[in-house]
């Protein structure tokens, strides 16, 4: 199965300023995909990275707050722009992967993100 | 696109009980059903999964059903341990695309 790390793990943040998280895959893959999970709650997906071309964002997520790389099929990073206290949340990159005959999720450990 | 709805948001059992977790779904094209165990500070794990030519699955003490005509899929777990206590979270695939039912806070007392 894919092994995925995230950087930072966690961090602390001003509000108006921007934070970029790196997620780093030990294999090529098509697609990647960045999650959003507030706490006790499940994963909202932001968008899906592409390698190659622009990353689809999912509604209520625009590019200007999340501008997302896709440099290679390895890695990715989501950037949060001008963040502000309700950007508070974990923050988690995914890949798919097949087994046995289907697609499989794999998640990184996430990004903990406190703004004050 | 797709919709899932789980239900409910948190449930509470004694150890040995019984779990039952409800999801809808609203995209008739959807194949692939995960469902996903978070314990706290973790990352989520795949622990079953059933696709829709299936009706049932089974791994252990946890089984998933489908029923694609009414479009919902449960998740039971029996012989509840307190380690099972966690956020489970169902999901539903459409055209490549997952998407996470809301998530159920399971406490598991011992």
């Known amino acids: 199965s894919a092994v995925i790390s995230q950087k930072p793990s966690r961090d602390i943040c001003q509000r108006g300023t921007s934070l970029t998280i790196q997620c780093q895959v030990d294999?090529?893959?098509?697609?990647m995909f960045w999650y959003r999970q507030q706490p006790g709650q499940s994963l909202t997906l932001i968008a899906t990275a592409n390698q190659g071309s622009e990353a689809t964002y999912e509604s209520g997520f625009v590019i200007d707050k999340f501008p997302i790389s896709r440099p290679n099929l390895t890695f990715s990073t989501l950037t949060v722009s001008n963040m502000s206290p309700e950007d508070s949340s974990i923050y988690l990159c995914s890949v798919e992967e097949g087994l046995a005959g289907g697609l499989e999720q794999f998640f990184g450990p996430g990004t903990r993100l406190t703004v004050l | 696109g797709e919709n899932v709805e789980q239900h409910p948001s948190t449930l509470s059992v004694q150890e040995g009980d019984s779990a039952v977790i409800k999801c809808t779904y609203s995209?008739?094209?959807?194949?692939?059903f995960p469902w996903y165990k978070q314990e706290l500070g973790k990352r989520p794990q795949l622990i079953i999964d059933i696709r829709s030519n299936v009706g049932e699955k089974k791994d252990q003490r946890i089984a998933v059903t489908l029923n694609k005509t009414a479009k919902h899929f449960s998740l039971h777990i029996t012989e509840t341990q307190p380690e099972d206590s966690a956020v489970y979270s169902c999901g539903g695939t459409s055209y490549g695309k997952l998407t996470f039912g809301q998530g159920t806070i399971l406490t598991v007392h011992p």
């Open positions: 995209d008739s094209a959807s194949n692939y």
């Open positions: 294999s090529q893959v098509t697609m």
